[in-house]
Nanobody, 123 residues
């Protein structure tokens, strides 16, 4: 497992932007697929975006495509989620997760999680 710590959450108005960061421990960060999930009150945790370790290929949920950008800096052991044109429906706790191998959209496939960071978007 890898230890993950998220930061960068906050409160913004609709149309605003935020940048989340997830710092990982360990020396094999580049081998991990890194994924952002989110969970709104009363809802299940859902996939947001992922970036593979081996190829840097990115994947997005349809609801955020064109507005969010996931990236990683293997030298800093950090993955980012740039969120633009935020909407009230983006309000949730955002979690960073890691797994070796291919990127999965299922939260049950991940065994390393951060503590989460709150994002609140007001209309």
């Amino acid at each position: 497992q890898v230890q993950l710590v998220e930061s960068g959450g906050g409160s913004v108005q609709a149309g605003g932007s935020l940048r989340l960061s997830c710092a990982a421990s360990g020396r094999t960060f580049s081998s991990y697929s890194m994924t952002w999930f989110r969970q709104a009150p009363g809802k299940e945790r859902e996939f947001v975006a992922a970036v593979r370790g081996s190829t840097g290929t990115t994947y997005y949920a349809d609801s955020v495509k064109g507005r969010f950008t996931i990236s990683r800096d293997n030298a800093k052991n950090t993955v980012y989620l740039e969120m633009n044109n935020l909407k009230p429906e983006d309000t949730a706790v955002y979690y960073c997760a890691a797994r070796t191998g291919w990127s999965s959209r299922r939260s049950s496939d991940y065994d390393s999680w951060g503590q989460g960071t709150q994002v609140t978007v007001s209309s």
